[in-house]
Nanobody, 116 residues
Framework: QVQLVESGGGLVQAGGSLRLSCAAS?????GGWYRQAPGKQRELVAT???????NYADSVKGRFTISRDNTKNTVYLQMNSLKPEDTAVYYC?????????????WGQGTQVTVSS
């Protein structure tokens, strides 16, 4: 069982920055961040593969940066120029492939609140 521990959420004013961290108990294939705002479905924010391929949601391109430190089994999300619409619970996701079968693990979620 893989454990994911998130940190870095909080309250920030619009235009501010936050950095989220997700520490995994073992090495990660593809790491990612998703978010869920009240009354909305969970949506992808960004993913980064083991080879370094990155994917962003259009709504965060140019403002958010995902990165990883494989020596620490940690995935980061640097969030700049935050907007009130970025307010959500952010969830870390880790994907593992074992014998061609995909396994997804999720963190407990961290609240990000952006005030206007």
């Amino acid at each position: 069982q893989v454990q994911l521990v998130e940190s870095g959420g909080g309250l920030v004013q619009a235009g501010g920055s936050l950095r989220l961290s997700c520490a995994a108990s073992s090495s990660v294939n593809t790491g990612g961040w998703y978010r869920q705002a009240p009354g909305k479905q969970r949506e992808l924010v960004a993913t980064i593969s083991s080879g370094g391929s990155i994917n962003y949601a259009d709504s965060v391109k140019g403002r958010f940066t995902i990165s990883r430190d494989n020596t620490k089994n940690t995935v980061y999300l640097q969030m700049n120029s935050l907007k009130p619409e970025d307010t959500a619970v952010y969830y870390c996701n880790a994907v593992y492939w074992v014998l061609a079968r995909r396994y997804d693990y999720w963190g407990q979620g961290t609240q990000v609140t952006v005030s206007s």
